[in-house]
């Protein structure tokens, strides 16, 4: 095999395997808990289903929409964290603009793995 292949497939593999982690999920809810309960704190999925093909077909994008969580902070309350949830997705064709382009949306929220916000921010 050539060297130069060779040495481009071993690039690649860690975003391969990186890409492969990324679970399927039809909202974001699963990622949230998964994150809270991850010992690193975070957790990273693909939006799969209706929404998302009516989303990449709207914008004509040419990757799948990613979402990226992670935990800002633990709250005393078990089970609870402040999350930021990252969306993004490439080759976005948003109208009036002259190119495709990377879309990102950032938020936070408190979140707990019942669902429900924490009693308390302590």
Known sequence: MNRCL?????????????AQQRLPVPDARPLLVAAIAAPDGQAH??????????????????????????????????????LNVRFWQDGVQLPGTPAPRRQTVDFGIDYCRDGLPPRSRS
């Not at 799969?48 to 633990?74: N, Q, Y």
């Open 6 to 18: 060779l040495s481009s497939l071993l690039l690649a593999l860690p975003m391969l395997a990186a």
């Open 45 to 82: 999925g693909v939006l799969a289903g209706p929404l998302a093909d009516a989303i990449t077909g709207r914008f004509r994008a040419t990757s799948p929409i990613h979402i990226d969580v992670s935990t800002l902070r633990r709250y005393a309350q078990p089970g609870c964290s402040r």
